[in-house]
């Protein structure tokens, strides 16, 4: 019966909290999509983007994880480019802005640093440091998934036959909130 109201309880909690999803404590995972292209007509391009990510909320508002990049782009008879990544991630979420223009919405920026690449089939391959940054919009549909838009400037200094890629991005993605356990302890202490 404890666990029945605890679950309602918390259910409750999340689905009507005020700013709950970034607070201190709470953990934000999902993925972003960019350049998703299907060439219909010859020469059939086919390319992909996707960049699973983690953070903690070290303190409301700002998150702390990591960011996984992997990107394929190939054409029929032309081979396959790869690009690949694995980075620290920083997000900060404004306290206000995108709320006066639309509720339940927030401004954030994110910055990332780690290790990248960029191979192209036909040469001229960078491999190295690599960073981005960008500013981003989440609109929280629910109180723990946010749908979310974010331009990024993409950098990698480094090795290869060339020393410096670089691009900018858009991408659309998705996060999931979800409570650290220091809140779901404090919300069982309030159940007792």
């Not at 690449?117 to 001229?124: K, T």
């Given at each position: 019966?404890?666990?029945l109201i605890?679950?309602?309880?918390?259910?409750s909690?999340m689905?009507?909290?005020?700013?709950?999803q970034?607070q201190?404590?709470n953990?934000?995972?999902?993925?972003?999509l960019?350049?998703i292209?299907?060439?219909?007509?010859k020469?059939?391009?086919?390319?992909?983007n996707v960049?699973p990510k983690?953070?903690?909320?070290?303190q409301?508002?700002?998150?702390?994880?990591?960011e996984v990049?992997l990107?394929?782009?190939?054409?029929k008879?032309?081979?396959?480019?790869f690009?690949y990544?694995?980075?620290a991630?920083g997000?900060y979420?404004?306290?206000?802005?995108?709320n006066?223009?639309?509720?339940?919405?927030?401004?954030?920026?994110?910055?990332?640093?780690?290790v990248?690449?960029?191979?192209?089939?036909?040469?001229?391959?960078?491999?190295?440091?690599?960073?981005s940054?960008?500013?981003?919009?989440?609109?929280?549909?629910?109180?723990?998934?946010?749908l979310?838009?974010?331009?990024?400037?993409?950098?990698?200094v480094?090795?290869g036959?060339?020393a410096?890629a670089?691009?900018?991005g858009?991408?659309?993605?998705?996060?999931?909130?979800?409570?650290?356990k220091?809140?779901a302890?404090?919300?069982?202490?309030d159940?007792?």
């Open positions: 019966m404890k666990k605890f679950t309602i309880f918390f259910g909690v689905a009507f909290g005020a700013n709950a970034i201190k404590g953990v934000m995972i999902g993925a972003n960019s350049d292209k299907f060439g219909l007509d020469p059939n391009v086919f390319t992909f960049s983690a953070a903690w909320f070290v409301d508002g700002l998150a702390i994880g990591g990049n990107g394929i782009a190939t054409q008879g032309s081979g396959t480019d690009n990544g694995v980075s991630l997000r979420y404004g306290e206000t802005g995108a006066e223009i639309v509720k339940s919405s927030r401004f954030f920026g994110e910055a990332t640093v780690g990248q690449g960029y191979n192209p089939s036909g040469g001229g391959s960078t491999n190295g440091l690599g960073f940054f960008g500013p981003g919009f989440t609109y929280f549909v629910t109180q723990t998934i946010g979310e838009a974010l331009l990024k400037y993409n950098g990698v480094g090795f036959t060339s410096y670089h691009n900018l858009i991408g659309v993605g998705f996060q999931i909130y979800l409570p650290g220091s809140t302890r404090k919300v069982e202490r159940m007792r």
